[in-house]
């Protein structure tokens, strides 16, 4: 057994892409959308409970008069406390206010999942990591349209920018 990876709640900040009810219906690789959002939930609850920030980010489609049906975060992902971010590019930093809010609560490392890895995911951690951000990605809470694509992301990009890790692995220290 890998040992916990224990992580500061006060400065830690769980952030998921793109759990919308029409992205996590895609078919996806190399697990469905309905495994990602279970280990997604699971993580931020475990996140909650520590008082560590969760922050749920959904994409809209820029110059549109109304959004395609499933835009929505899935149904009772969003609790009290948390953090919504509206994208309207690939990753969630770019004229969002996220680093901005992260900075705020004190954040100085942002664990990752969401759909997909080697989009909203990677774009999101690539803009953290030039922000200064240390990174951990949760390989189980994402999936991507193909299995190359998750796979490229996680085995050859991911570890160049921060630590790849399971859900199981992540722990919160008490404060």
Request: aromatic share 2%; proline share 5%.
């Amino acid at each position: 057994m890998t040992a916990p990876l224990v992580l500061a709640p006060a400065r830690t900040a769980l952030v998921l892409v793109d759990l919308m009810d029409r992205i996590v219906a895609l078919p996806l690789e190399p697990r469905k959308g309905a495994e990602v959002l279970s280990v997604a939930k699971e993580l931020a609850d475990a996140f909650r409970a520590a008082g560590a920030l969760v922050v749920l980010v959904r994409v809209e489609r820029p110059g549109v008069a109304e959004q395609p049906p499933g835009s929505a975060l899935v149904h009772g992902l969003i609790r009290d406390g948390d953090v919504e971010i509206v994208k309207r590019t690939i990753g969630a930093f770019q004229g969002t206010g996220l680093d901005e809010r992260l900075r705020a609560h004190g954040v100085t490392t942002v664990v990752l999942g969401g759909i997909a890895t080697n989009l909203g995911v990677e774009s999101t951690a690539r803009a953290a990591g030039d922000l200064g951000y240390d990174l951990v990605f949760v390989e189980d809470a994402m999936a991507a349209l193909t299995r190359a694509e998750h796979e490229a992301s996680v085995k050859l990009d991911f570890p160049r920018l921060g630590t790849v890790v399971r859900a199981a692995r992540v722990r919160l220290a008490a404060d």
